[in-house]
């Protein structure tokens, strides 16, 4: 599954599945999936944004705030290991021009029946290999998905909930059934996850936490391991996929390396210093103002502002609507008005962020202005069963409150008293009462040092409502733990959103996910009518209708105040060595740095300023 810490999980969420001319009305054999229209790339040699003449060689290092302890990605034990994907291949592998496209991978082609999509076969390449060169085989992938739908994390089995069985065909043929054809998505899912070897696994035990080496087919080996400090892959001189039309050009670091931190701080002054050569800087004060160490003034670092037309990722404060009184709407809309994003931004942000009003802001699944007229007859029976207050959201040009940046954000916080008080809500002594006479008091739970100077406006707004709220900061282990169990107030999270949503939705918002430890709906969520609407998009026929029940689904949430979102822009920010190269064309979904490649006269370079510079 791709890194929970930012994605939660992640959010596996690319809603794919066969498409062709409507005159189809029997299975079709084809060498790629595409949902709801033709591909752009079937036939050609290589992907538009891959170099297929660059250089294998040279490294990339990377730093995590976090900790591991854990390989395996799929069992929700503890903290998996960043970049363990890169050991697995999956059955196709995604387009990152083309949103809802898959092309070869380890199965070479799909039999699939467009119109009645209740299963699906994939036919295997023969000469698909796990890097202990044993052949991938049908049974492999029966294994695989046995494993998945027994043993799996629980948001990971309710992923692929709509998958019935797996039948073994042939050696090179695997058959996957389907719970109805309802689902548009589910023949994608399968084909994106990683393949486990069945002899590595048939003496082990898949719900434990290991650190013992992972066999897979991917382009990268396990190299070294120093528990909960680093990992380093190294690219396999054997990988079976090596001339696949998707691989060429990618792949071409010899070694990748994550090091672990305790905190951002603390990384970035390892930067500096050369100890990891890419930084994905997300501190805005940083970006604005921290390259002033020699190594930049030196041009030995690049900077770059990437940007792609996926949704931007969903920073927010997230409610636990399990606990009274945040159960109560009106509560959580009043805290609401106690988030002060334009002062925020104004003093601490350089003015670099925009405030999100949209779970899937920039790009064409945001909810914008009124409601459209095909929204309207998507809502209209809904209405009814929603709460008046979020009735009233999805039916209007629904905003967050704006202060004046002033920084006392006065006009905001009497409208929240305000809204407090016709709730029902009393003052007494300064202090805000419960419907029952108690005073309210939050626990607002993190463990990233560097969001406390954000956090702590907030909690000062919410206090002069009468709200009291702690900040605790904890470890990361004992974080996770409380996040599983669903064992917190008010949290930070960053919640990273599919250009083709589908059944990942139900996981982030629906009602099954909120009783569910380690499943992604933080919140606890249970609103029967985004169930409903959830169904409906996983259900949707083509891009349009994807797209129109997303927008619907957007509404419904942002009016339920289930979570403050915050703030971010539209742009990845990347500091690097500067050794790397990139092709001339970057993908649009995608920052594309498996297509980078190490410049090895600028890595000399580096190489010499890092050595004269520790003299």
Same mark, same amino acid.
Not at 40 to 47: D, E, F, N
Not at 136 to 155: C, H, L, P, R, S
Not at 196 to 209: P, V
Not at 445 to 463: C, E, G, M
């Given at each position: 599954?791709?890194?929970?810490?930012?994605?939660?999980?992640?959010?596996?969420?690319?809603?794919?599945?066969?498409?062709?001319?409507?005159?189809?009305?029997?299975?079709?054999?084809?060498?790629?999936?595409?949902?709801?229209?033709? &591909?752009?790339?079937?036939?050609?040699?290589?992907?538009?944004?891959?170099?297929?003449?660059?250089?294998?060689?040279?490294?990339?290092?990377?730093?995590?705030?976090?900790?591991?302890?854990?390989?395996?990605?799929?069992?929700?034990?503890?903290?998996?290991?960043?970049?363990?994907?890169?050991?697995?291949?999956?059955?196709?592998?995604?387009?990152?021009?083309?949103?809802?496209?898959?092309?070869?991978?380890?199965?070479?082609?799909?039999?699939?029946?467009?119109?009645?999509?209740?299963?699906?076969?994939?036919?295997?390449?023969?000469?698909?290999?796990?890097?202990?060169?044993?052949?991938?085989?049908?049974?492999?992938?029966?294994?695989?998905?046995? &494993?998945?739908?027994?043993?799996?994390?629980?948001?990971?089995?309710?992923?692929?909930?709509?998958?019935?069985?797996?039948?073994?065909?042939?050696?090179?043929?695997?058959?996957? &059934?389907?719970?109805?054809?309802?689902?548009?998505?589910?023949?994608?899912?399968?084909?994106?996850?990683?393949?486990?070897?069945?002899?590595?696994?048939?003496?082990?035990?898949?719900?434990?936490?290991?650190?013992?080496?992972?066999?897979?087919?991917?382009?990268?080996?396990?190299?070294?391991?120093?528990?909960?400090?680093?990992?380093?892959?190294?690219?396999?001189?054997?990988?079976?996929?090596?001339?696949?039309?998707?691989?060429?050009?990618?792949?071409?670091?010899?070694?990748?390396?994550?090091?672990?931190?305790?905190?951002?701080?603390?990384?970035?002054?390892?930067?500096?210093?050369?100890?990891?050569?890419?930084?994905?800087?997300?501190?805005?004060?940083?970006?604005?103002?921290?390259?002033?160490?020699?190594?930049?003034?030196?041009?030995?670092?690049?900077? *770059?502002?990437?940007?792609?037309?996926?949704?931007?990722?969903?920073?927010?404060?997230?409610?636990?609507?399990?606990?009274?009184?945040?159960?109560?709407?009106?509560?959580?809309?009043?805290?609401?008005?106690?988030?002060?994003?334009?002062?925020?931004?104004?003093?601490?942000?350089?003015?670099?962020? *925009?405030?999100?009003?949209?779970?899937?802001?920039?790009?064409?699944?945001?909810?914008?202005?009124?409601?459209?007229?095909?929204?309207?007859?998507?809502?209209?029976?809904?209405?009814?069963?929603?709460?008046?207050?979020?009735?009233?959201?999805?039916?209007?040009?629904?905003?967050?409150?704006?202060?004046?940046?002033?920084?006392?954000?006065?006009?905001?916080?009497?409208?929240?008293?305000?809204?407090?008080?016709?709730?029902?809500?009393?003052?007494?002594?300064?202090?805000?009462?419960?419907?029952?006479?108690?005073?309210?008091?939050?626990?607002?739970?993190?463990?990233? *040092?560097?969001?406390?100077?954000?956090?702590?406006?907030?909690?000062?707004?919410?206090?002069?409502?009468?709200? *009291?709220?702690?900040?605790?900061?904890?470890?990361?282990?004992?974080?996770?733990?409380?996040?599983?169990?669903?064992?917190?107030?008010?949290?930070?999270?960053?919640?990273?959103?599919?250009?083709?949503?589908?059944?990942?939705?139900?996981?982030?918002?629906?009602?099954?996910?909120?009783?569910?430890?380690?499943?992604?709906?933080?919140?606890?969520?249970?609103?029967?009518?985004?169930?409903?609407?959830?169904?409906?998009?996983?259900?949707?026929?083509?891009?349009?209708?994807?797209?129109?029940?997303?927008?619907?689904?957007?509404?419904?949430?942002?009016?339920?105040?289930?979570?403050?979102?915050?703030?971010?822009?539209?742009?990845?920010?990347?500091?690097?060595?500067?050794?790397?190269?990139?092709?001339?064309?970057?993908?649009?979904?995608?920052?594309?740095?498996?297509?980078?490649?190490?410049?090895?006269?600028?890595?000399?370079?580096?190489?010499?300023?890092?050595?004269?510079?520790?003299?």
């Amino acid at each position: 599954m791709s890194d929970l810490k930012s994605r939660i999980a992640y959010a596996m969420s690319l809603g794919l599945l066969m498409c062709s001319p409507n005159n189809w009305a029997a299975p079709q054999t084809t060498a790629y999936l595409s949902m709801y229209g033709q &591909t752009r790339y079937a036939k050609v040699p290589y992907l538009p944004y891959a170099n297929p003449e660059a250089p294998k060689g040279g490294r990339l290092v990377r730093a995590e705030i976090s900790t591991f302890d854990n390989l395996n990605s799929m069992n929700g034990k503890g903290s998996y290991a960043d970049g363990i994907d890169s050991i697995f291949d999956s059955l196709m592998s995604r387009s990152l021009d083309e949103p809802g496209v898959m092309y070869p991978l380890l199965a070479e082609k799909v039999t699939i029946d467009p119109e009645q999509s209740d299963y699906i076969i994939f036919h295997l390449n023969p000469h698909a290999r796990f890097s202990d060169g044993r052949p991938v085989t049908a049974e492999d992938v029966k294994f695989t998905f046995d &494993t998945y739908q027994t043993k799996a994390n629980y948001g990971l089995q309710m992923y692929i909930a709509n998958l019935d069985k797996t039948e073994v065909l042939s050696k090179h043929q695997v058959k996957m &059934t389907f719970k109805g054809t309802d689902n548009t998505e589910i023949a994608s899912i399968v084909a994106e996850l990683a393949i486990y070897s069945k002899a590595d696994w048939q003496d082990k035990d898949f719900t434990r936490i290991t650190l013992q080496p992972i066999i897979g087919s991917g382009p990268y080996i396990i190299d070294q391991i120093d528990p909960g400090r680093s990992i380093s892959y190294k690219r396999d001189p054997n990988y079976w996929g090596r001339e696949l039309m998707v691989n060429r050009g990618r792949y071409n670091f010899d070694q990748i390396k994550y090091i672990y931190f305790r905190s951002s701080e603390a990384a970035f002054e390892a930067f500096k210093t050369g100890q990891y050569t890419l930084h994905n800087d997300k501190l805005t004060r940083n970006w604005m103002v921290g390259y002033q160490f020699p190594a930049a003034k030196a041009a030995m670092i690049k900077k *770059q502002a990437l940007q792609t037309h996926n949704p931007i990722p969903t920073q927010s404060y997230v409610f636990n609507n399990r606990r009274a009184p945040l159960n109560d709407i009106y509560m959580r809309q009043a805290l609401s008005y106690a988030y002060d994003f334009e002062w925020l931004n104004k003093t601490l942000f350089f003015g670099q962020n *925009q405030r999100l009003n949209s779970y899937f802001q920039n790009s064409e699944l945001e909810a914008k202005g009124p409601p459209s007229a095909q929204e309207l007859k998507i809502l209209e029976p809904y209405l009814s069963r929603l709460d008046p207050l979020q009735r009233q959201g999805v039916l209007e040009n629904w905003a967050y409150p704006v202060s004046d940046g002033g920084g006392f954000n006065r006009d905001n916080l009497l409208k929240a008293r305000q809204i407090l008080l016709d709730a029902g809500y009393r003052y007494q002594n300064g202090r805000l009462l419960d419907l029952k006479g108690q005073p309210i008091h939050f626990e607002f739970v993190t463990h990233q *040092q560097n969001l406390q100077r954000s956090i702590l406006p907030f909690i000062r707004n919410a206090k002069k409502l009468g709200i *009291q709220i702690d900040l605790r900061v904890v470890d990361l282990p004992q974080y996770m733990e409380r996040m599983r169990k669903h064992d917190f107030d008010i949290t930070a999270l960053v919640m990273p959103q599919s250009i083709s949503p589908g059944n990942e939705q139900a996981q982030m918002w629906g009602s099954r996910a909120a009783d569910e430890a380690g499943n992604y709906n933080y919140a606890g969520i249970k609103n029967p009518v985004l169930d409903e609407l959830i169904e409906k998009l996983v259900q949707s026929p083509n891009r349009e209708q994807q797209v129109l029940y997303t927008r619907v689904i957007d509404r419904v949430l942002r009016a339920g105040y289930y979570q403050i979102m915050t703030y971010n822009n539209a742009f990845n920010w990347y500091a690097s060595w500067d050794m790397y190269q990139q092709p001339l064309r970057s993908p649009q979904l995608s920052t594309g740095i498996d297509y980078w490649w190490v410049d090895p006269v600028k890595a000399n370079k580096v190489s010499h300023y890092l050595n004269g510079s520790n003299k």
